[in-house]
T-cell receptor, first 117, second 113 residues
Framework: AQKITQTQPGMFVQEKEAVTLDCTYDTSDPSYGLFWYKQPSSGEMIFLIYQGSYDQQNATEGRYSLNFQKARKSANLVISASQLGDSAMYFCAMREYIIQGAQKLVFGQGTRLTINP | DVKVTQSSRYLVKRTGEKVFLECVQDMDHENMFWYRQDPGLGLRLIYFSYDVKMKEKGDIPEGYSVSREKKERFSLILESASTNQTSMYLC????????????FGPGTRLTVT
């Protein structure tokens, strides 16, 4: 079974600095996908970025990029030029095939990011 | 705009009560999911459904059941609520063979006293 580990329970960063949130994963499947979600205090889960295991380049979406190091089984999220609105809980997740083509997400423990003005 | 809605944002119930959490999606998605979120544990899958009337247990199904009578609606049922079921409950949906993201509802924070 897949496993996701996020070792940083909390991170504090000054506004406008870049921040890296760590994520390591474990799987025996050669084909897999990795996701990052943001959860503000309001509670909804917001999809940020996706990386497929066969993607040649690291995924990027605006200020978000995924530092994918396959050999090390890590998929760190990098947020450039952090903003106060980036303060939230961040979850790393991996998809796992279950049944009838459906896929579930296996989540890490989450990292609470706080951006200081 | 994609939409997953949950019937309540906050809910307070007493031990032993039967509790229904409702989730509705308007994207014609085949797959629907119920997750539970607890501090330090992330999100864990309780049940999922890949079609109407079809359901499968997730990682922590004990104490829960589900119902999916219509494609757009997926209900989570706590037959006899207990204090250890106090948690945040998140519903999600996705296309059947989607390799990409699931769409989440706003969550229901349930307190069982």
């Amino acid at each position: 079974a897949q496993k996701i580990t996020q070792t940083q329970p909390g991170m504090f960063v000054q506004e406008k600095e870049a921040v890296t949130l760590d994520c390591t994963y474990d799987t025996s499947d050669p084909s897999y996908g990795l996701f990052w979600y943001k959860q503000p205090s309001s509670g909804e889960m917001i999809f940020l970025i996706y990386q497929g295991s066969y993607d040649q380049q690291n995924a990027t979406e605006g200020r978000y990029s995924l530092n994918f190091q396959k050999a090390r089984k890590s998929a760190n999220l990098v947020i450039s030029a952090s903003q106060l609105g980036d303060s939230a809980m961040y979850f790393c997740a991996m998809r796992e095939y279950i049944i009838q083509g459906a896929q579930k997400l296996v989540f890490g423990q989450g990292t609470r990011l706080t951006i200081n003005p | 705009d994609v939409k997953v809605t949950q019937s309540s944002r906050y809910l307070v119930k007493r031990t032993g009560e039967k509790v229904f959490l409702e989730c509705v999606q308007d994207m014609d998605h085949e797959n629907m999911f119920w997750y539970r979120q607890d501090p330090g544990l992330g999100l864990r899958l309780i049940y999922f459904s890949y079609d109407v009337k079809m359901k499968e247990k997730g990682d922590i199904p004990e104490g829960y059941s589900v119902s999916r009578e219509k494609k757009e609606r997926f209900s989570l049922i706590l037959e006899s609520a207990s204090t250890n079921q106090t948690s945040m409950y998140l519903c999600a949906s996705s296309l059947r063979h989607s390799a990409y993201e699931q769409y989440f509802g706003p969550g229901t924070r349930l307190t069982v006293t």
